[in-house]
Nanobody, 123 residues
Framework: VQLQACGGGLVQAGGSLTLSCAAS????????MGWFRHSPGREREFVAA????????KYADSVKGRFTISRDNAVNTLYLQMNSLKPEDTAIYYC?????????????????WGQGTLVTVSS
């Protein structure tokens, strides 16, 4: 089971990026999937998560209204559209697959993790 995240890069404040996370090696059935981020000096932080159908979505308050999570189950891919980026969004972003269908916000409820993709937002 592998999760491959990509799409990170350097962007100016106010700009946009779209992250993708492709799952391979196994089907995730109807498990929820999410995005987390980690920056120096801070613990891994929940960003967003979505149920299999997309009907149940959660966002961290810090990204609500700016980020949009979505998934294409036909190709086992999770997305994170990030708009109005701020310097404080700078972090390594990780995608993860949850242990079941519930949309969790705690990283301990996620079994599989991608390798991370770096997002740097300059001021």
């Amino acid at each position: 089971v592998q999760l491959q995240a990509c799409g990170g890069g350097l962007v100016q404040a106010g700009g946009s990026l779209t992250l993708s996370c492709a799952a391979s090696g196994a089907r995730f059935g109807r498990n929820a999937m999410g995005w987390f981020r980690h920056s120096p000096g801070r613990e891994r932080e929940f960003v967003a998560a979505a149920s299999w159908s997309g009907s149940n979505i959660k966002y961290a308050d810090s990204v609500k209204g700016r980020f949009t999570i979505s998934r294409d189950n036909a190709v086992n891919t999770l997305y994170l559209q990030m708009n109005s980026l701020k310097p404080e969004d700078t972090a390594i972003y990780y995608c993860a697959a949850a242990v079941d269908v519930v949309v969790y916000t705690s990283p301990v409820q996620y079994d599989y993790w991608g390798q991370g993709t770096l997002v740097t937002v300059s001021s």
